[in-house]
């Protein structure tokens, strides 16, 4: 029995780095839905799983863990919710939840074997944060004694869209888990839910780092010297870690669950109510948004329902009208439409892998791009130019960068823009800044190097046209960038 830590510290660690892929329109692999607002709140979903701690007592700052092309959309969107984070942990690659959580355990076993790990998926909404929190602290002696312990959602109604926990042998506070259950048919699920012996698997987890690394040795041997061989191989770069991106990719991708929490005998499950759902398709967004009174539609945006029952529908960028139809998803975005059947809405992920194959983007990017100096959205692309609205957030700066293949034409709408030009190479000596105000414009001919900064106090808004044989976002040549970013758009 391992020896019991009284009033352990505990770390959160929330992993961010899902891809959303059964939401699209909406989430796409550039912005998931993680980094979304689908609660009817101010607050992403990535914000809403770190303010949850709030008032939790004995907490240190999370650790975030989520892969590289993310890593400024997380770090601001932490910095906007008032959230520092102790550290984020880029994976060099997606493998799965146990090895993203195994960098954490060692980050945090490092400092303190003994800190609790709460390990909270990004992309979760919880009604009731107190409920929540109530569950972890009933939790912590059950950690701390050494069990790995993980969350099941109380349930309501036979869903086949979760993986279900069988409770077994009562403990302290909660109970030992007697199997893990895959997605049920609908028959088992009803079975499920008169038993009264399932909780819904939540893959929200707490348990001591040192633990949780002693369970994968015993269970995936190959997992766990997979990321101790990436984690030896670390490097800071102020609030990020990078890790040894070969050592990583030679891992296996594996969850949580099948890689440790079926095969330990230390597994327990404490069971909470906060108003919970994973968010996992569009039918969970409905089930969160119907209204009853309304024909039981669940509506977002400029849209206008005429003799529309049980369907969700959502509007971003016009106004969607529907007539006479019911049981209906329809999600529009600046450029696409979807329409499914209700009960299809976990088959979203086939168009998104449809789409990759057929190389289209927009099942990568939304229109409007985030960058971590500000955004840009194109409005026009046509063959040979493009047009886009670029916003940079006030003492932000673009790199110090050359295209080979396109030239920009830049027109300030709102506040005021430093440029930078040169003659080519990337040499400071032959550089020159000036200042464009509302309705100046400059031109920056192909294969000129140029920067684009914000002196001012407010947001700067420009067009951009470019025009060229190539216009894609991998057509930089950085030569210096703030960001600490390569020649790669990112």
């Given at each position: 029995?391992?020896?019991?830590?009284r009033?352990?510290?505990?770390?959160?660690?929330?992993?961010?780095?899902?891809?959303?892929?059964?939401?699209w329109?909406?989430?796409?692999?550039?912005?998931?839905?993680?980094f979304?607002?689908?609660?009817?709140?101010?607050?992403?979903?990535?914000?809403?799983?770190?303010?949850?701690?709030?008032g939790?007592?004995?907490?240190?700052?999370?650790?975030?863990?989520?892969?590289?092309?993310?890593?400024?959309?997380?770090?601001?969107?932490?910095?906007?919710?008032?959230?520092?984070?102790?550290?984020?942990?880029?994976?060099?690659?997606?493998?799965?939840?146990a090895?993203?959580?195994?960098?954490?355990a060692?980050?945090?076993?490092?400092?303190?074997?003994?800190?609790?790990?709460?390990?909270?998926?990004?992309?979760?909404?919880?009604?009731?944060?107190?409920?929540?929190?109530?569950?972890?602290?009933q939790?912590?002696?059950?950690?701390?004694?050494?069990?790995?312990?993980?969350?099941?959602?109380?349930?309501?109604?036979?869903?086949?869209?979760?993986?279900?926990?069988?409770?077994?042998?009562?403990?302290?506070?909660?109970?030992?888990?007697?199997?893990?259950?895959?997605?049920p048919?609908?028959?088992?699920?009803?079975?499920?839910?008169?038993?009264?012996?399932?909780?819904?698997?939540?893959?929200?987890?707490?348990?001591r780092?040192?633990?949780?690394?002693?369970?994968?040795?015993?269970?995936?041997?190959d997992?766990?010297?997979?990321?101790?061989?990436?984690?030896?191989g670390?490097r800071?770069?102020?609030?990020f870690?990078?890790?040894?991106?070969?050592?990583?990719?030679?891992?296996?991708?594996?969850?949580?669950?099948?890689?440790v929490?079926?095969h330990?005998?230390?597994?327990?499950?404490?069971?909470?109510?906060?108003?919970w759902?994973?968010?996992?398709a569009?039918?969970a967004?409905?089930?969160?948004?119907?209204?009853?009174?309304a024909?039981?539609?669940?509506?977002?945006?400029?849209v206008?329902?005429?003799?529309?029952?049980?369907?969700?529908?959502?509007?971003?960028?016009?106004?969607?009208?529907?007539?006479?139809?019911?049981?209906?998803?329809?999600?529009?975005?600046?450029?696409?439409?979807l329409?499914?059947?209700?009960?299809r809405?976990?088959?979203?992920?086939g168009?998104?892998?449809?789409?990759?194959?057929?190389?289209?983007?927009?099942?990568?990017?939304?229109?409007?791009?985030?960058?971590?100096?500000g955004?840009?959205?194109?409005?026009?692309?046509?063959?040979?130019?493009?047009?886009?609205?670029?916003?940079?957030?006030?003492?932000?700066?673009?790199?110090?960068?050359?295209?080979?293949?396109?030239?920009?034409?830049w027109?300030?709408?709102?506040?005021?823009a430093?440029?930078?030009?040169?003659?080519?190479h990337?040499?400071?000596?032959?550089?020159?800044?000036?200042?464009?105000?509302?309705?100046?414009?400059?031109?920056i001919?192909?294969?000129?190097?140029?920067?684009?900064?914000n002196?001012?106090?407010?947001?700067?808004?420009?067009i951009?046209?470019?025009?060229?044989?190539?216009?894609?976002?991998?057509?930089?040549?950085?030569?210096?960038?703030?960001?600490?970013?390569?020649?790669?758009?990112?």
């Amino acid at each position: 029995m391992p020896t019991l830590t009284r009033n352990a510290p505990l770390t959160p660690v929330i992993l961010s780095g899902g891809s959303g892929s059964r939401l699209w329109p909406v989430s796409r692999e550039q912005y998931p839905k993680q980094f979304q607002r689908f609660n009817a709140t101010e607050h992403s979903l990535l914000q809403e799983t770190a303010l949850r701690l709030t008032g939790l007592g004995g907490v240190h700052d999370p650790l975030i863990v989520c892969n590289e092309a993310h890593r400024f959309l997380v770090a601001e969107q932490l910095q906007e919710a008032g959230v520092t984070p102790w550290r984020i942990l880029l994976e060099p690659c997606g493998r799965n939840t146990a090895p993203a959580v195994a960098l954490a355990a060692s980050q945090v076993a490092n400092q303190d074997p003994a800190t609790l790990l709460l390990v909270m998926p990004a992309d979760h909404v919880m009604i009731d944060a107190p409920a929540f929190q109530a569950a972890v602290d009933q939790s912590r002696e059950l950690a701390e004694q050494g069990f790995l312990v993980t969350f099941g959602i109380t349930p309501d109604k036979p869903h086949t869209g979760y993986g279900y926990i069988r409770r077994g042998q009562p403990l302290s506070a909660g109970h030992r888990v007697d199997a893990f259950v895959e997605k049920p048919d609908l028959a088992r699920a009803h079975a499920y839910l008169e038993s009264g012996d399932y909780l819904w698997n939540s893959g929200i987890f707490l348990f001591r780092a040192d633990r949780y690394l002693e369970e994968l040795e015993a269970h995936a041997a190959d997992i766990h010297h997979a990321c101790q061989a990436a984690y030896a191989g670390r490097r800071e770069d102020l609030d990020f870690m990078r890790f040894d991106a070969e050592a990583f990719a030679a891992c296996r991708s594996e969850s949580i669950d099948y890689a440790v929490m079926e095969h330990t005998r230390r597994a327990a499950v404490v069971p909470m109510d906060p108003g919970w759902s994973d968010i996992g398709a569009w039918d969970a967004i409905f089930e969160l948004k119907s209204d009853l009174a309304a024909q039981g539609n669940a509506t977002r945006g400029d849209v206008m329902l005429h003799d529309t029952r049980n369907s969700l529908v959502h509007s971003h960028s016009r106004l969607v009208a529907t007539l006479g139809v019911e049981d209906l998803i329809v999600v529009e975005t600046e450029d696409a439409v979807l329409v499914a059947d209700r009960s299809r809405a976990q088959d979203t992920k086939g168009i998104v892998e449809a789409l990759n194959t057929a190389g289209r983007k927009e099942s990568q990017a939304l229109p409007q791009v985030y960058r971590p100096w500000g955004h840009y959205r194109t409005m026009v692309l046509m063959e040979g130019f493009q047009v886009k609205e670029i916003v940079v957030k006030p003492g932000a700066k673009l790199s110090l960068q050359m295209h080979h293949h396109r030239a920009e034409h830049w027109i300030v709408v709102a506040g005021t823009a430093q440029v930078t030009l040169g003659d080519g190479h990337g040499d400071s000596a032959h550089l020159r800044s000036f200042i464009l105000s509302e309705d100046e414009s400059t031109y920056i001919p192909l294969g000129t190097v140029h920067r684009l900064e914000n002196p001012g106090v407010i947001p700067l808004k420009l067009i951009e046209v470019q025009t060229g044989s190539y216009l894609g976002e991998d057509d930089i040549v950085r030569f210096d960038d703030v960001y600490g970013r390569g020649p790669e758009a990112s």
